[in-house]
């Protein structure tokens, strides 16, 4: 049994995900990142790093989406959600370390300023805001152009990368970028939302 600690909102909706398609014994425990939860003693004895997603495990807790994402795959092989390849599971490595280092990073500049620069500093944390529509659309740009092979995200076989793309495809429109500059990644995101495991995610969402 797996434990996944979670946010409404966050990258963490990929694991959920995955855990789902890959029919994963789990359960759920929201974490409250209004109320500032992630920081409390109880949650950072789990994950110093005070950030969903957590994955409590029978061997410890895993942390940071793509290491997750790769461990559901390769614990649930009947699933198919990660390449039996070497290489294409690296290619599916780089995809997954490309969504987390470089557009999770471009999206969270808008919400979260504060990890590069001082709170008071509101003028750096607003410019870092305005470019974020900028940055997001060069990112989905090249998802749109030079990643995304179709119909899922790393070609004909669906995979873990496709919950993640869904996931921070849908930051889009509160970044400023208009989803409808980018057909693929937009078909991509009804595809999903058609899957039986996504919608029984998405009905689990806190309203």
């Not at 152009?145 to 669906?158: D, K, T, V």
């Amino acid at each position: 049994m797996f434990k996944l600690f979670t946010a409404p909102g966050t990258c963490a909706l990929a694991v959920h995900i995955a855990l789902e398609e890959a029919a994963a014994k789990h359960e759920i425990a929201w974490v409250d990142l209004r109320s500032n939860a992630q920081r409390s003693p109880d949650y950072l004895k789990l994950n110093p790093k005070g950030r969903v997603p957590a994955l409590a495990t029978p061997e410890g807790v895993l942390t940071e989406t793509p290491a997750l994402l790769a461990f559901i795959g390769q614990s649930f092989p009947d699933a198919h959600l990660v390449p039996a390849s070497p290489y294409e599971f690296a290619r599916l490595q780089s995809v997954t370390s490309y969504l987390c280092s470089t557009v999770h990073v471009a999206h969270a500049h808008r919400p979260r300023g504060i990890r590069w620069v001082e709170a008071a500093d509101t003028e750096a944390l607003e410019a870092m805001r305005r470019n974020v529509p900028r940055t997001m659309g060069e990112c989905f740009e090249y998802i749109e152009n030079e990643l995304f092979a179709g119909p899922w995200l790393m070609g004909e076989q669906y995979t873990v990368a496709d919950p993640y793309l869904f996931t921070i495809a849908g930051w889009l429109e509160s970044d400023g970028v208009d989803p409808s500059r980018f057909p693929k990644v937009l078909g991509h995101t009804l595809r999903m939302k058609e899957r039986p495991a996504v919608a029984r995610v998405l009905a689990q969402l806190p309203a």
